[in-house]
């Protein structure tokens, strides 16, 4: 078995929870993440998802796959994708060389959001972490989604920094 499958393996190991299932997302996953990212007000504006989808898409998710501290992974109902996040497992010299968890991309469908489905997702992602060795988890939420910042809190989340960003144009 080649490091790729082993990694893979590793990554699809939880077992479903109830009739979740938390899995390495898969090339043909990209058009159902694509779907999830751009089914809200802020993915609207920015995600492209035409028919054909733009191969920029494919491109990203191939480098995600082969970046072994990267995890793109999907919660499946009934062999159907109904969530998403991105996990990116960072190396710091602070806390003596520790390591940290970022969850990026977080999207649940739209019929099963406020039914436990996130939260059991983002346990399933803490959980992964400290797998990974990591000693602090972290996120960032866009600050006009106010329900997503209370949901964060509510699984002990605290706002302890200020973010920033610099578009860069291209």
Not at 35 to 51: C, I, K, Q, V, Y
Not at 95 to 113: N, S
Request: proline content about 3%; overall charge negative; glycine content about 8%.
């Amino acid at each position: 078995m080649d490091r790729k499958t082993q990694r893979r393996d590793t990554r699809r190991g939880a077992a479903p929870i109830g009739d979740l299932e938390f899995r390495a997302a898969a090339r043909d996953d990209v058009r159902s993440i694509v779907r999830l990212l751009a089914d809200d007000p802020h993915g609207s504006n920015r995600e492209d998802f035409g028919d054909p989808l733009p191969e920029d898409y494919y491109n990203a998710f191939e480098a995600i796959d082969e970046d072994r501290n990267n995890e793109l992974v999907v919660a499946c109902s009934n062999g159907r994708v109904v969530g998403v996040l991105q996990l990116t497992f960072i190396p710091h010299l602070t806390y003596t060389g520790g390591w940290r968890a970022q969850i990026e991309g977080v999207r649940i469908d739209a019929a099963l959001r406020s039914t436990g489905v996130g939260r059991t997702m983002l346990e399933w992602a803490i959980e992964r972490a400290r797998e990974r060795g990591c000693h602090v988890v972290q996120l960032t939420t866009d600050r006009l989604r106010h329900e997503a910042k209370r949901f964060y809190e509510g699984l002990g989340f605290e706002a302890t920094h200020d973010g920033m960003k610099l578009h860069l144009n291209q």
